[in-house]
């Protein structure tokens, strides 16, 4: 290494670990053919290129514009490749995918920018996911665009809203083996990757793989009614609450299913949640009224958390902590209402964040990124909270009810009220972008970088003037709840720009056509 090389180094602002880098490269190598001239010695590519590995987008432009042997150097695949991975594009994709990708990560972030500027916008489709045989909405879940949504009538229907030409189907088709009279209402539906689940009042729980077809792979009976219903995100473990029960089954590697723990809790059990990534022995987080159980497979119940007097209203977990709002003492100003951080792995309180004279209504971490979490109240305020900080980061006050539901990404939230409003909110400005309204409260919400998935659900099943025992619901379309799909994607503006009845098909049977509308469909003529 030349004396010359070291002084221009000592000049050239060069991060510490580069510089290390170079001024430890060993004499034998500077004669190495291949070789990149920097200052006035020369790199082997293959040295050079480890350099360049430390500099982002800006810094590569800026060193393509020095010499052609830079410019060659600054524009390597492996470079933009690596570029693209660290910014989360194209996580599953291969270097061999792509011959140029440079372009391919500008064409990713043109896209990207393109979709935010949609979001604000309001610039998309949306499409009204009904089924009216199935009279009034009871649930809904969705995962990655798959919709599922159980009905006062007993089904269990199905959409993918990725493909519309998709035909949903209806997963329980057992309503010509029933016995007569009123089905039992699908009380809670559930979805993942390759599982859908659906629990109904009369205590019975029902499995279905997505992979084989519409009858159930499982099934199993409580004696009481369903309280709760929790399906893992990934794998094969559903856990249900009924009374003071809590059972959860799973799938063995050979694909039966078995009972894998039954759990006795002290009070009826409120609400459910399965921890993620977690497989071997499933840990399940159940509330019953002011106590928290941590219950694991295998082991003993463990409480978690316990206050007599301050009841539980909202929970979440993720993988490595539990989040859930308690209510407080109304007579102590020191004990309002608040949200409560606990460590799964040593069961200690890591957090208590915001204080509120309203109760916190739901809260989302498990979708939140990393140190944040976001929560609803009955004060109609949405909270952004730092996990390290215990005062809100943001306070966003736009509904005219309580906050029913939650999600936020890096840069927006979309909340849900009871008086049936969807917001979307900029999170950095503080802003409303836009909001829509329907009939009932908004239950679910789900989204990702280019779709939007919202239920209104009401709560009154049995609507005045329906009757129970007739096959078509007399009761207007406005009281059995509605689920909207809107699709901001650029590359299916051009398809989803088509109303619904246009993309209909001749095949479809109409079960319901109280309200007149379109019958004849037009793109297939």
């Not at 902590?321 to 309180?349: D, H, P, R």
Request: glycine content about 6%; proline content about 5%.
């Amino acid at each position: 290494m030349t004396s010359r090389l070291r002084q221009r180094l000592a000049g050239v602002p060069v991060a510490p670990s580069r510089r290390a880098l170079i001024l430890h490269l060993p004499p034998r190598l500077e004669n190495e053919i291949n070789e990149v001239p920097f200052f006035d010695v020369q790199l082997p590519y293959e040295l050079a290129l480890k350099i360049f590995q430390f500099l982002g987008r800006k810094e590569l432009g800026r060193c393509a514009q020095v010499s052609k042997a830079w410019k060659v150097l600054a524009e390597d695949q492996v470079l933009w490749f690596r570029l693209c991975r660290q910014e989360g594009y194209l996580p599953d994709h291969q270097i061999s995918d792509f011959s140029f990708w440079k372009r391919t990560l500008r064409d990713c972030c043109e896209k990207e920018q393109a979709l935010r500027t949609n979001w604000k916008n309001r610039i998309g489709a949306v499409s009204q996911l009904q089924y009216e045989l199935g009279k009034v909405l009871c649930d809904v879940h969705s995962c990655e665009g798959v919709v599922i949504a159980g009905y006062t009538s007993g089904d269990v229907k199905l959409w993918d809203t990725r493909t519309w030409d998709y035909t949903a189907p209806v997963l329980d088709p057992e309503r010509h083996l029933a016995a007569p009279g009123p089905r039992p209402h699908a009380s809670f539906v559930r979805i993942n990757s390759s599982l859908a689940a659906a629990a109904y009042e009369d205590g019975t729980i029902k499995v279905w793989s997505l992979m084989v077809g519409r009858d159930p792979v499982h099934c199993y009976q409580h004696n009481q009614k369903i309280q709760a219903l929790a399906l893992s995100a990934e794998g094969a473990v559903i856990a249900t609450a009924s009374a003071f029960q809590v059972k959860v089954e799973s799938a063995n590697d050979k694909g039966y299913w078995e009972t894998a723990a039954e759990f006795e809790i002290q009070k009826l059990v409120g609400l459910l949640c399965l921890v993620p990534c977690v497989t071997a022995r499933p840990v399940v987080v159940a509330t019953a009224e002011d106590i928290v159980y941590l219950l694991k497979v295998g082991e003993p119940v463990k409480v978690l958390h316990s206050v007599y007097g301050q009841p539980v209203t909202c929970l979440d977990v993720s993988a490595s902590e539990a989040a859930f709002g308690v209510k407080g003492f109304g007579w102590l100003i020191n004990e309002t209402n608040k949200i409560l951080l606990y460590s799964l792995e040593t069961g200690q309180c890591t957090a208590q964040l915001g204080t509120s004279l309203a109760d916190f209504t739901c809260v989302n971490l498990r979708d939140s990124p990393p140190c944040m979490l976001v929560a609803g109240n009955k004060d109609r305020r949405v909270r952004v909270y730092d996990l390290r900080r215990s005062k809100p980061v943001c306070s966003l006050y736009g509904h005219q009810l309580g906050v029913s539901s939650v999600q936020m990404d890096d840069w927006k939230i979309v909340s849900g009220g009871e008086e049936g409003l969807v917001c979307v909110w900029d999170q950095r400005m503080g802003t409303k972008l836009w909001e829509m309204h329907a009939r009932h409260p908004v239950r679910h919400i789900w989204f990702n970088s280019h779709s939007l998935i919202t239920a209104n659900i009401p709560n009154e099943k049995v609507p005045r003037g329906a009757s129970i025992m007739d096959d078509d619901l007399t009761a207007h379309r406005r009281h059995r709840g509605i689920i909207y799909a809107y699709e901001f994607s650029v590359d299916q503006l051009a398809v989803e720009s088509v109303l619904p009845i246009c993309r209909s098909s001749y095949n479809e049977v109409t079960g319901y056509n109280y309200n007149i509308g379109l019958a004849v469909p037009y793109d297939d003529v």
